[in-house]
């Protein structure tokens, strides 16, 4: 069963941090390019990190500087450490896996709120 679970989210103040994790199953994960994407209400949704098999990485305009992904293939395990914090990261943070199909966590709810 494939499937890919996240957690970590929350409630944090502006300029805080919160450090995601999506843990995978059932895929080949070190063959896996894994991403992390969000979506606030009323928007498209958006890629903010990526992370191929290889360890390459790929972020969004928005989050550079700000957010870094990796992750742990021993622990079949991408996390994404989320630092300085603005009201406008709040959105549902969703995990992606790519290797032959795409497969989609559930998301969590990530709110930067004063």
């Known amino acids: 069963q494939v499937q890919l679970v996240e957690s970590g989210g929350g409630l944090v103040q502006p300029g805080g941090s919160l450090r995601l994790s999506c843990a995978a199953s059932?895929?080949?994960?070190?063959?896996?390019?894994m991403g992390w994407y969000r979506q606030a209400p009323g928007k498209q949704r958006e890629l903010v990190a990526q992370?191929?098999?290889?360890?390459?990485?790929n972020y969004g305009d928005s989050v550079k500087g700000r957010f870094t992904i990796s992750r742990d293939n021993a622990k079949n395990t991408v996390y994404l450490q989320m630092n300085n914090l603005k009201p406008e990261d709040t959105a549902v943070y969703s995990c992606?896996?790519?290797?032959?199909?795409?497969?989609w966590g559930q998301g969590t709810q990530v709110t930067v709120s004063s």
């Open positions: 992606k896996s790519s290797f032959g199909s795409v497969t």
């Open positions: 059932g895929i080949i994960f070190r063959l896996s390019t």
């Open positions: 992370i191929t098999s290889g360890g390459v990485t």
